[in-house]
C-alpha cells in the first residue's frame, strides 16, 4: 500500500492550492478516503472525506465551503482543491484510505 501526496507549499492568504495523492498496492474504488491535517502543537485533525464512488463528500466546519475534496478512481488519486486559504490552515496534509494506510504528508503554508 503506498499513498504519495503533492501539491503543497507556501501561499499568500486567500490564495488556492491543490493537494493530490496518489495510491497504488490497493483496491483505490473500494475505499472511502480521508484527508487531515497536523498543524504544530496540535492534534491531527480529519479535514474532509470522500465515499469510494464520490458520490458523498463531508467537510470540517472550519474547511467548508473553502475545500473541495474528489477524486478519480480511474488514476487512483484523490485531491483537495484548497481556496481562500488563511494561516490557520497551515499544516502538514495528509490523505488516509483507512487504519495504518496514511501517507507521507505534503506542507501546507499560508503566508498572512
Known amino acids: 500500500v503506498q499513498l504519495v501526496e503533492s501539491g503543497g507549499g507556501l501561499v499568500q492568504h486567500g490564495g488556492s492550492l491543490t493537494l493530490s495523492c496518489a495510491a497504488s498496492?490497493?483496491?483505490?474504488?473500494?475505499?472511502?478516503m480521508k484527508w487531515y491535517r497536523q498543524a504544530p502543537g496540535k492534534e491531527r485533525e480529519l479535514v474532509a472525506s470522500?465515499?469510494?464512488?464520490?458520490?458523498?463528500?463531508n467537510y470540517a466546519d472550519s474547511v467548508k465551503g473553502r475545500f473541495t475534496i474528489s477524486r478519480d478512481n480511474t488514476k487512483k488519486t484523490v485531491y483537495l482543491q484548497m481556496n481562500s486559504l488563511k494561516p490557520e490552515d497551515t499544516a502538514v496534509y495528509y490523505c488516509?484510505?483507512?487504519?495504518?494506510?496514511w501517507g507521507q504528508g505534503t506542507q501546507v503554508t499560508v503566508s498572512s
Open positions: 488516509n484510505a483507512g487504519p495504518e494506510r
Open positions: 498496492g490497493f483496491t483505490f474504488s473500494s475505499y472511502n
Open positions: 470522500i465515499s469510494f464512488a464520490g458520490r458523498t463528500t
